[in-house]
């Protein structure tokens, strides 16, 4: 019982002195506002000594007498995952369910029960792959955000979207390589291509889960699963 009481003052005591020394930490910052823009928060990092300095949607590694400022990428080798990347798609999560999906293209399939909204483009070589990987993903209900990024898309866009049955128009595109006839009727390009701008969306395809959680990449049918039943 005593060492249990111990061991709890302890992570306890420790718990402030972190937070205590984050506080510190990002008060110092605050004088390199306009090197590095204000300061959100400083957190500890993995490796000791080392803190993790958020500033809007970027983030610095600093050292607790604020001498040096890394801007660059954190990896742990043994587990070959880029763990500055992981830690950003929790910071800079979106709520899903404050998108306005009224300007993406729904696609259901199955019950429809998972939920996952994405930036694409009809050009993109991966979102071509993702469209492979996404046939055989059952029982999700598909947001897509038309996103023309690369030259000739805009056009293939209009078309599809002012095709009498988009989603198939779409699939046919991405699947079988049909284009679509030309389309003269109103699409939301612009305000999908504001929206990518404020997400930072810089290139398709870009996957949203329903937890908000951004990943910016490609992902096969495996990893794809699991996201989406982790991600309810």
Request: glycine share 6%; proline share 5%; net charge neutral.
């Amino acid at each position: 019982m005593f060492r249990t009481l111990l061991l709890l003052l302890l992570s306890t005591s420790l718990a402030f002195a972190a937070g205590d020394k984050s506080a510190s930490i990002k008060e110092s910052l605050q004088k390199y506002q306009s090197l590095i823009g204000p300061v959100d928060q400083v957190n500890p990092s993995p490796i000791a000594g080392l803190y993790e300095v958020v500033t809007g949607d970027h983030i610095f590694y600093t050292d607790e007498k604020v001498e040096i400022l890394i801007d660059g990428q954190m990896f742990d080798l043994n587990n070959r995952r880029n763990l500055t990347e992981a830690r950003a798609r929790t910071l800079f999560a979106v709520e899903f369910d404050k998108l306005p999906l009224n300007i993406a293209m729904k696609k259901v399939k199955g019950d429809g029960s998972r939920k996952m909204a994405y930036f694409t483009d009809p050009n993109c070589g991966y979102c071509k792959k993702l469209e492979q990987e996404l046939k055989s993903i059952d029982n999700v209900t598909l947001y897509l955000f038309m996103y023309p990024i690369f030259n000739g898309s805009a056009e293939k866009v209009q078309g599809v979207l002012c095709s009498k049955d988009p989603v198939k128009a779409w699939d046919q595109l991405m699947q079988d390589g049909v284009q679509p006839k030309a389309g003269n009727c109103k699409v939301p390009t612009n305000e999908v291509m504001a929206l990518g701008r404020k997400l930072k969306v810089n290139g398709t395809p870009a996957l949203i889960f329903a937890n908000g959680v951004i990943n910016p990449g490609f992902l096969p049918a495996d990893r794809l699963e699991q996201a989406l039943n982790e991600n309810k």
